[in-house]
């Protein structure tokens, strides 16, 4: 099993007939896939994935204007339909496909905090999926390599999710929630970040309400408590508070909010630094 191939060291002992398995089906996976082709691996390799595609490649794109929602997007059908009306029906690797998402996506944060949190279960459920896929585009020489691999028959997309897993001296043994067995020599993670443990516990503990594996903030970055209130002086931004405030994946955007963190708690602390000197 290999849990973290993104350290770039799994194909040192890998050897020419293994089948592979791949759990996830992100730019990790589309990596993992490279680096097979690259190697001239002749192993049959097993990709699963709950939508059971790759990503896109990414495309030239001109620059996007942020779409502005005609009136409040306040339920998930809402937030759907803007999506419809501003997606082009092009294929999703052309120009103009990607650059209506990215204008599209620009505006996300600010609906997505405002949905109530319900209707933020409702959207993510119907749109997550596909909006991972075509946020974190492929580059064109991972997309070449796994077509080439795809029109070989050497890959195969399985679409489901993996239920149980378990390993004799000769095979890793993969049960698929549909009910399928698959066999593979060398299972690699590429599902990206796993549960972390502190949020984990204070989960369990019922110290923070549940909001997928992250955290629920309000405005100002604050972790609400199990009462729904802001708790002084913890803060979180980035993927942990995805729930909250959508898409906040990229390095981009956690930059941005580390930013806007930064000069909130700056301005805090030059606001009781000037009350001390009274």
């Given at each position: 099993?290999?849990d973290?191939?993104?350290?770039?060291?799994?194909?040192?002992?890998?050897?020419?007939d293994?089948?592979?398995?791949?759990?996830?089906?992100?730019?990790?996976?589309?990596?993992?896939?490279?680096?097979?082709?690259?190697?001239?691996?002749?192993?049959?390799?097993?990709?699963?994935?709950?939508?059971?595609?790759?990503?896109p490649?990414?495309?030239?794109?001109?620059?996007?204007d942020e779409?502005?929602?005609?009136?409040?997007?306040?339920?998930?059908?809402?937030?759907?339909?803007?999506?419809?009306?501003?997606?082009?029906?092009d294929?999703?690797?052309?120009?103009?496909?990607?650059?209506a998402f990215?204008?599209?996506?620009?505006?996300?944060?600010?609906?997505?905090?405002?949905?109530?949190?319900?209707?933020?279960?409702?959207?993510?459920?119907?749109?997550?999926?596909?909006?991972?896929?075509?946020?974190?585009?492929?580059?064109?020489?991972?997309?070449?390599?796994?077509?080439?691999?795809l029109?070989s028959?050497?890959?195969?997309?399985?679409?489901?999710?993996?239920?149980?897993?378990?390993?004799?001296?000769?095979?890793a043994?993969?049960?698929?929630?549909?009910?399928?067995i698959?066999l593979?020599?060398?299972?690699?993670?590429?599902?990206?970040?796993?549960?972390d443990?502190?949020?984990?516990q204070?989960?369990?503990d019922?110290?923070?309400?549940r909001?997928?594996q992250?955290?629920?903030v309000d405005?100002?970055?604050?972790?609400?408590?199990?009462?729904?209130?802001?708790?002084?002086?913890?803060?979180?931004?980035?993927?942990?508070?995805?729930?909250?405030?959508?898409?906040?994946?990229?390095a981009?955007?956690i930059?941005?909010?580390?930013?806007a963190?930064?000069?909130?708690?700056?301005d805090?602390?030059?606001?009781?630094?000037?009350?001390?000197?009274?």
């Amino acid at each position: 099993l290999e849990d973290q191939p993104w350290k770039g060291v799994w194909d040192r002992t890998l050897k020419g007939d293994e089948r592979i398995a791949i759990i996830g089906g992100g730019l990790t996976a589309m990596d993992i896939l490279t680096t097979l082709f690259r190697h001239g691996h002749d192993g049959k390799v097993d990709l699963i994935t709950p939508g059971g595609m790759l990503p896109p490649m990414q495309a030239n794109w001109p620059k996007a204007d942020e779409i502005t929602p005609d009136g409040r997007v306040t339920t998930a059908h809402r937030l759907l339909r803007l999506w419809r009306a501003n997606l082009p029906d092009d294929d999703w690797e052309t120009p103009q496909w990607q650059s209506a998402f990215e204008g599209l996506r620009a505006c996300l944060p600010s609906i997505w905090h405002h949905l109530p949190r319900q209707e933020r279960i409702r959207a993510g459920y119907r749109l997550s999926r596909h909006w991972q896929l075509a946020r974190f585009r492929a580059s064109p020489q991972t997309v070449a390599a796994a077509r080439a691999m795809l029109n070989s028959g050497q890959l195969e997309l399985h679409s489901g999710r993996v239920e149980a897993m378990t390993a004799t001296d000769q095979h890793a043994h993969l049960t698929l929630t549909n009910g399928q067995i698959m066999l593979a020599d060398r299972v690699m993670m590429a599902t990206g970040a796993g549960r972390d443990p502190l949020v984990q516990q204070c989960h369990d503990d019922g110290l923070l309400p549940r909001a997928m594996q992250g955290v629920e903030v309000d405005h100002d970055f604050q972790v609400y408590d199990h009462h729904w209130r802001p708790t002084q002086g913890l803060y979180a931004f980035g993927p942990p508070t995805a729930f909250s405030r959508g898409d906040v994946l990229g390095a981009g955007s956690i930059a941005k909010e580390a930013s806007a963190l930064a000069d909130r708690l700056s301005d805090r602390l030059s606001v009781r630094m000037g009350e001390a000197l009274r």
